[in-house]
């Protein structure tokens, strides 16, 4: 089975501008959750997605948004983005909810200038 | 509120010698516990959980509910082992992870 994608790898954007961030699941997976990481706070909770609707939700600006599809991929989207934005954002999906294993994609690196 | 403290940020050991890196959390109810780890240039993944209480490449952790920790254990470090190294927290009913700020592992030859 291929393992949880996510693409693109690597976006460069400026101050102000939008992003949108991808994540296909394992096949099967039906739960999709994003997380930031930064190296000063860590991994921090973005969002959970199950069955195409948002579980969960981590402390972050309004600006953080994101949704899942009928095909269980997910987008994330960051709108206005700012100097602090720039992390590395990794997309984890899992069989569903409850005490599932959570398998991590190699995350999208994302730095704004 | 949930929280994890991983108090080393680095951690350095020589090969052979024992490991252990230190995970203590905050959580009223009853957690579930994790230990991830991410080699250089590779996806973070699943080492332990508490609930399994297995082995894996020779580490061990044990939930200890009186002193609210979860330390992570070897008892003879190999140099595969230098990586970094996250405990989490997840909250019943909840897929959400509350992660530590991660303890880097260096084992030296």
């Known amino acids: 089975k291929a393992g949880v994608t996510q693409t693109p790898r690597y976006l460069i954007k400026t101050r102000g501008q939008q992003v949108t961030l991808s994540c296909s699941p394992i096949s099967g997976h039906r739960s999709v959750s994003w997380y930031q990481q930064t190296p000063g706070q860590g991994l921090q909770f973005l969002f959970e997605y199950f069955s195409e609707t948002q579980r969960n939700k981590g402390n972050f600006p309004g600006r953080f948004s994101g949704r899942q599809f009928s095909n269980s991929r997910s987008e994330m989207n960051v709108s206005t983005l700012e100097l602090g934005d720039s992390a590395l954002y990794l997309c984890?999906?899992?069989?569903?909810?409850?005490?599932?294993?959570?398998?991590f994609g190699s995350g999208t690196q994302l730095s704004v200038l | 509120a949930q929280r994890v403290t991983q108090p080393e940020k680095l951690l350095s050991v020589f090969k052979g010698a024992p490991v252990e890196l230190k995970c203590n959390y905050s959580?009223?109810?009853?957690?579930?516990l994790f230990w991830y780890v991410q080699y250089s240039r590779q996806r973070l993944q699943l080492l332990l959980r508490h609930i399994s209480r297995e082995s894996i490449k020779g580490f061990t952790a044990d939930l200890n509910k009186g002193e609210t920790s979860f330390h992570l254990k070897k008892p003879f470090a190999q140099e595969e082992d230098s990586a970094m190294y996250y405990c989490?927290?997840?909250?019943?009913?909840?897929?959400?992870?509350?992660f530590g700020q991660g303890t880097r592992l260096t084992i030296n030859p």
């Open positions: 989490a927290l997840r909250s019943q009913g909840a897929q959400k992870l509350v």
């Open positions: 984890a999906s899992s069989l569903g909810q409850g005490r599932r294993k959570l398998f």
């Open positions: 959580y009223s109810g009853s957690p579930e």
